[in-house]
């Protein structure tokens, strides 16, 4: 049953639109949605939220963004969204940041990859030097500000990729300091268990 699986419901073919049902394939494991009609297998894998780390010169402050949407409306976030079709990883870390904290930025190396597997999601964050301070907030966005270390609202991180990312971040700053290169950091990132 759809259960034991962790597919998106699905109901009808995006095909034909006539019903689909779980089967394995032929030469398949998994269950996946079958159109009864066309044969149409619908395939689901994991979506890429992409984004950056936009820093401030040498102030070592960070760009972040506080939702003006759910989920976690009102809780701060670095600027990221989900990739767009025909977009490279990059592209879309520029457009999010643009998009949502009106920041032009010129994108250094990839930082964090953050493997999210209970919500089907993989993040990445890239590295990011602000051009200006002409930011300001995008429609998703409440307000836009820049944070020191210890100004960072920890309590008030919208998603645990965002602060495992920016304490990873602040600690390789501090390294960097002292001459040494920033990492290129993976996670998995795992439910939290109910108490
Ligand atoms: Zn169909």
């Excluded at 619908?42 to 506080?66: A, F, T």
């Excluded at 457009?95 to 009106?102: I, K």
């Amino acid at each position: 049953s759809a259960s034991d699986t962790p597919l998106l419901p699905m109901n009808f073919c995006s095909d034909c639109g006539q019903p689909v049902s779980l089967k394995i394939p032929d030469d398949d494991t998994r269950l996946r949605h079958v159109c009864s009609h066309c044969g149409t297998i619908h395939y689901q894998n994991p979506k890429m939220v992409v984004g950056s780390i936009p820093l401030w010169r040498d102030d070592e402050r960070v760009l972040l963004c506080r939702r003006a949407i759910e989920p976690r409306h009102g809780y701060w976030t670095l600027p990221a969204g989900f990739m767009e079709n025909s977009e490279t990883t990059e592209e879309a870390a520029a457009r999010e940041t643009m998009e949502e904290a009106g920041a032009r930025i010129e994108l250094k190396g990839l930082f964090s990859l953050m493997n999210v597997p209970h919500v089907h999601q993989v993040h990445l964050f890239y590295r990011a030097h602000l051009l200006d301070l002409d930011f300001s907030a995008g429609v998703e966005s409440l307000e836009v500000k820049l944070f020191r270390e210890e100004e960072i609202p920890w309590n008030d991180i919208a998603f645990p990729t965002v602060s495992q990312t920016l304490r990873l971040f602040f600690d390789d700053l501090k390294a960097h300091r002292s001459g040494q290169p920033f990492g290129v950091h993976s996670r998995d990132i795992r439910k939290r268990m109910r108490p």
